[in-house]
Protein backbone atom coordinates (compact mmCIF):
# COMPACT_ATOMS: atom_id res chain seq x y z
CA UNK A 1 0.00 0.00 0.00
CA UNK A 2 1.43 3.53 -0.92
CA UNK A 3 0.10 6.69 -0.71
CA UNK A 4 2.00 9.85 -2.77
CA UNK A 5 0.45 13.40 -1.91
CA UNK A 6 1.50 16.06 -4.24
CA UNK A 7 0.08 19.53 -5.42
CA UNK A 8 1.27 21.72 -2.52
CA UNK A 9 2.80 25.29 -3.09
CA UNK A 10 2.46 28.40 -2.33
CA UNK A 11 -0.62 30.24 -2.99
CA UNK A 12 -2.21 33.58 -2.46
CA UNK A 13 -4.88 34.73 -0.07
CA UNK A 14 -8.26 33.83 -1.86
CA UNK A 15 -6.47 31.64 -3.59
CA UNK A 16 -7.12 28.11 -4.95
CA UNK A 17 -5.43 24.38 -4.82
CA UNK A 18 -6.04 21.21 -5.55
CA UNK A 19 -3.77 18.69 -3.76
CA UNK A 20 -4.37 14.42 -5.46
CA UNK A 21 -2.63 11.74 -3.56
CA UNK A 22 -2.19 8.65 -6.26
CA UNK A 23 -3.03 5.52 -4.22
CA UNK A 24 -1.37 1.74 -5.21
CA UNK A 25 -1.31 -1.55 -3.61
CA UNK A 26 -5.57 -0.84 -3.25
CA UNK A 27 -8.58 -0.70 -4.22
CA UNK A 28 -9.56 3.03 -3.23
CA UNK A 29 -13.04 2.53 -3.74
CA UNK A 30 -13.21 0.13 -0.92
CA UNK A 31 -11.69 2.24 1.66
CA UNK A 32 -12.18 5.39 3.79
CA UNK A 33 -10.14 8.30 2.82
CA UNK A 34 -8.75 11.16 4.69
CA UNK A 35 -7.04 14.60 4.32
CA UNK A 36 -5.26 15.95 7.35
CA UNK A 37 -2.80 18.61 8.00
CA UNK A 38 -0.27 19.68 10.68
CA UNK A 39 1.10 23.18 10.82
CA UNK A 40 3.81 23.66 12.72
CA UNK A 41 3.40 23.70 16.65
CA UNK A 42 -0.11 22.52 15.92
CA UNK A 43 -1.45 18.97 16.37
CA UNK A 44 -2.50 17.30 13.19
CA UNK A 45 -5.95 17.69 12.39
CA UNK A 46 -8.28 16.10 10.12
CA UNK A 47 -9.98 18.27 7.83
CA UNK A 48 -11.78 15.91 5.00
CA UNK A 49 -12.84 12.63 4.96
CA UNK A 50 -14.30 10.45 2.38
CA UNK A 51 -15.92 6.39 3.54
CA UNK A 52 -15.72 3.59 1.02
CA UNK A 53 -18.26 3.56 -1.56
CA UNK A 54 -20.96 5.95 -1.45
CA UNK A 55 -21.60 6.13 2.38
CA UNK A 56 -20.48 10.03 2.85
CA UNK A 57 -17.78 12.52 3.73
CA UNK A 58 -17.50 15.12 6.26
CA UNK A 59 -15.49 18.55 6.58
CA UNK A 60 -13.97 20.06 9.43
CA UNK A 61 -15.70 23.11 10.24
CA UNK A 62 -12.49 25.55 9.88
CA UNK A 63 -12.71 23.91 6.00
CA UNK A 64 -16.56 23.58 5.60
CA UNK A 65 -17.89 25.22 2.07
CA UNK A 66 -14.25 25.75 1.07
CA UNK A 67 -12.85 22.62 0.51
CA UNK A 68 -14.08 19.71 -1.76
CA UNK A 69 -12.78 15.99 -1.34
CA UNK A 70 -13.72 13.72 -4.22
CA UNK A 71 -11.84 10.72 -5.47
CA UNK A 72 -11.19 8.91 -8.96
CA UNK A 73 -11.48 5.23 -9.00
CA UNK A 74 -10.29 4.84 -12.37
CA UNK A 75 -7.00 6.14 -11.87
CA UNK A 76 -7.57 5.00 -8.09
CA UNK A 77 -6.67 8.97 -6.81
CA UNK A 78 -8.14 11.15 -4.65
CA UNK A 79 -8.28 15.48 -4.55
CA UNK A 80 -8.61 18.06 -2.19
CA UNK A 81 -9.85 21.48 -3.50
CA UNK A 82 -9.31 23.85 -1.82
CA UNK A 83 -10.65 27.16 -2.79
CA UNK A 84 -10.90 30.56 -0.96
CA UNK A 85 -7.46 29.73 0.93
CA UNK A 86 -6.70 31.45 4.19
CA UNK A 87 -3.10 32.13 5.93
CA UNK A 88 -4.20 29.98 7.95
CA UNK A 89 -4.65 27.33 5.47
CA UNK A 90 -0.47 27.11 5.67
CA UNK A 91 0.36 23.52 6.57
CA UNK A 92 1.66 20.28 5.43
CA UNK A 93 -1.33 18.00 4.24
CA UNK A 94 -0.96 14.69 4.50
CA UNK A 95 -3.43 12.43 2.87
CA UNK A 96 -4.84 9.01 4.46
CA UNK A 97 -6.12 5.60 4.03
CA UNK A 98 -9.07 4.23 6.47
CA UNK A 99 -11.03 1.55 6.76
CA UNK A 100 -14.83 1.44 5.64
CA UNK A 101 -16.13 4.54 7.12
CA UNK A 102 -14.29 7.94 7.29
CA UNK A 103 -13.93 9.86 10.51
CA UNK A 104 -11.50 12.79 11.22
CA UNK A 105 -9.61 10.79 14.07
CA UNK A 106 -6.32 10.44 12.99
CA UNK A 107 -5.87 6.78 14.74
CA UNK A 108 -8.25 5.62 12.00
CA UNK A 109 -6.26 5.70 9.82
CA UNK A 110 -3.59 3.09 8.92
CA UNK A 111 -1.85 4.56 5.77
CA UNK A 112 -0.21 7.93 5.11
CA UNK A 113 1.07 9.59 2.58
CA UNK A 114 4.41 11.56 2.91
CA UNK A 115 2.84 15.52 3.13
CA UNK A 116 2.91 17.95 0.74
CA UNK A 117 3.41 21.82 1.86
CA UNK A 118 1.08 24.68 1.24
CA UNK A 119 2.08 28.23 2.22
CA UNK A 120 -0.74 30.57 1.33
CA UNK A 121 0.86 34.21 1.70
CA UNK A 122 0.49 37.15 -0.40
Known amino acids: VQLQAFGGGLVQPGGSLRLSCAAS????????IGWFRQAPGKEREGISC????????FYADSVKGRFTISRDTATNTFYLQMNSLEPEDSAVYYCARGLVYCTLQAESYTNWGQGTEVTVSS
Open 25 to 32: GFVLEAYA
Open 50 to 57: LSSGSRGR
